[in-house]
């Protein structure tokens, strides 16, 4: 009943400057304007138009529009006959409905509120509530337009349980989680004490340390410990995690989380703590699987996290001799060196839980060891990282000129025939005995290298033809020499580059900075980590032990 038009003569005359709103119009039909008036003077005393005569009128000129002005026009009123007799007229359902739950209050300040929010005059509405003393009623209506914040405002004014407040406070969180809002989301969730909301507003807002608060607010056993635990779990925080899991009672859970977090060491305390006997079949299926995709050093550190320092020393010694086996020995006693390490944790182990003092020596501990294998290799650990130290310092010093230092070095390397290969030790005691002129080890070097049953033919005949170049113009003697000292146990005389004694068999101990023989140990300091010697005049501002490559001497 509207008549929309547009100024055309203005748009015509300033098509880019005319606003649109401005150049259309609208117009109200005649019957539509003699309704509204005709609705404004009902009841009036000037005129006495009365309802029945606005009824006539609408139905002569009969739209649903007119209809529903005289519906409304009826409900201000309190008209509910004519009222719901437009309402019929329209079609409209709801309104029908809406009139007849108005009948059935018997209050009429309770009808005008009613119809005050069919308007969406909701505050005139809940004012009306509020004077006939029904804040009940006003919260309801609050709550059915899920404005919460103002029933929240309504029941600390008084009415209401706390029940209805906590929910208030819940629907208020979900309306700001709804828009992310996650700090004020968690204000409200905090207030009514949903924990399980609390807890996915601190995980979205990746506040740990509040999540973390929330785990000792919960009771043992919550089901949303599990939950929280997972979420730790997804982010890399074990600790919590596991502190998590525990107070839920998932005992498995916290293992499968350091697992899978790699956290092997906490993992097998929680299996043991626990009875939990899992574990060692996962570690081993882990480890398995690390080998196969040929990544040992990742297999060793998942050992060394587990403190299963026999299994991690053992791969490092394999690896160590796969090194020296491709001539790399300076990495070759690297890894040897921490194999030894490992060695040492493994013992330690053992003596903090041994109580049989029968145990107590290193003998009692290797015999706890399953295999014949592992019992040697644990036994000789530091005596492969000597042999490849020694080695090297022999070569070093060939090379750096001190020769005289690099042949009482290489003599130490006699004793390691079963780690290193014979023909490098005889050629490097030969070499270096040569260019320090002692023709008379250079000559037993090379009888041992002649008389090496591996050595082929060709290279046994090429060692007697150089032997034969050598000693024809040297005789194989060894130069005079006063620097002698005394064995500390027979006190016979020996030379200083001796490294056992030629009377009663007493082999000396080396200086892991020069390789020379250690004859007073009074002399000496011993290195606390890998319990071997060094000279103390040798250290000279050395900052660690050149075997173990930690600085621990003490007298």
């Not at 882990?286 to 060793?300: M, Q, R, S, V």
């Amino acid at each position: 009943l509207k008549v929309k038009t547009a100024l055309l003569d203005e748009i015509m005359q300033n098509p880019e400057n005319t606003e649109v709103k401005d150049a259309i119009l609208k117009f109200e039909t005649k019957s539509l304007r003699d309704t509204r008036e005709l609705l404004s003077n009902v009841g009036s005393n000037a005129t006495q138009i009365t309802s029945q005569d606005a009824y006539s009128f609408i139905e002569d000129n009969s739209h649903p529009r007119l209809w529903r002005i005289l519906a409304e026009s009826a409900l201000e009123r309190l008209d509910f006959v004519v009222a719901e007799k437009a309402f019929v007229k329209c079609l409209d359902y709801q309104g029908i409905q809406f009139v007849k739950r108005l009948k059935i209050l018997d209050d009429k300040m309770k009808q005008l509120a009613e119809v005050a929010a069919y308007f969406k005059k909701f505050d005139e509405a809940e004012n009306i509530y509020c004077e006939i003393d029904r804040k009940d009623l006003a919260i309801d209506l609050r709550m059915r337009l899920g404005d919460w914040i103002r029933v929240v405002q309504l029941l600390e004014t008084g009415g209401g349980d706390d029940a209805l407040l906590s929910k208030a406070y819940n629907q208020i969180g979900d309306y700001y989680a709804d828009r992310f809002k996650w700090p004020n989301a968690l204000q409200y969730y905090g207030l009514c004490k949903n924990y399980r909301k609390k807890a996915e507003c601190l995980y979205v807002m990746e506040d740990y340390n509040g999540l973390e608060r929330l785990i000792g607010e919960l009771t043992e056993g919550d089901e949303l410990l599990n939950d929280i635990g997972d979420k730790f779990t997804s982010v890399g925080i074990s600790e919590h995690a596991v502190t998590a899991y525990l107070k839920a009672g998932n005992v498995k859970a916290a293992i499968d989380c350091c697992v899978s977090l790699n956290k092997w060491d906490a993992g097998v305390n929680l299996a043991q703590h626990h009875d939990f006997a899992q574990i060692e079949t996962l570690l081993s299926k882990y480890a398995t699987h690390l080998l196969d995709k040929k990544k040992t050093l990742h297999a060793i550190e998942l050992y060394r996290k587990a403190n299963h320092h026999t299994e991690a020393a053992k791969l490092l010694f394999k690896i160590a001799k796969e090194a020296a086996a491709n001539g790399n020995l300076i990495r070759a006693k690297k890894l040897t060196v921490l194999g030894a390490m490992e060695v040492e944790q493994y013992r330690k182990k053992l003596l903090q839980q041994q109580n049989d003092k029968k145990k107590s020596t290193l003998d009692g501990l290797l015999a706890d060891d399953s295999t014949t294998s592992m019992k040697r290799e644990l036994q000789t650990s530091w005596r492969a990282a000597e042999a490849y130290h020694w080695f090297n310092m022999a070569q070093r010093q060939l090379y750096e000129g001190l020769i005289d230092a690099s042949m009482k070095t290489s003599f130490r390397l006699v004793h390691y025939e079963d780690i290193l290969d014979p023909k490098d030790i005889y050629s490097l005691i030969g070499l270096a005995s040569f260019y320090n002129k002692h023709y008379g080890q250079c000559s037993n070097a090379f009888v041992k290298l002649e008389t090496l049953e591996e050595m082929s033919q060709q290279d046994r005949e090429a060692y007697q033809n150089l032997a034969l170049d050598i000693f024809t113009k040297y005789p194989p003697a060894d130069p005079q020499t006063k620097r002698k000292q005394n064995c500390p146990k027979c006190n016979a005389e020996n030379k200083d580059w001796a490294i056992s004694c030629g009377d009663c068999g007493e082999k000396f101990n080396g200086c892991v900075l020069s390789g020379r023989s250690i004859f007073n140990m009074k002399e000496a300091i011993q290195c606390k980590i890998c319990k071997h010697y060094a000279i103390e005049s040798e250290i000279r501002g050395l900052v660690s032990c050149k075997l173990c490559h930690h600085y621990n001497f003490s007298k």
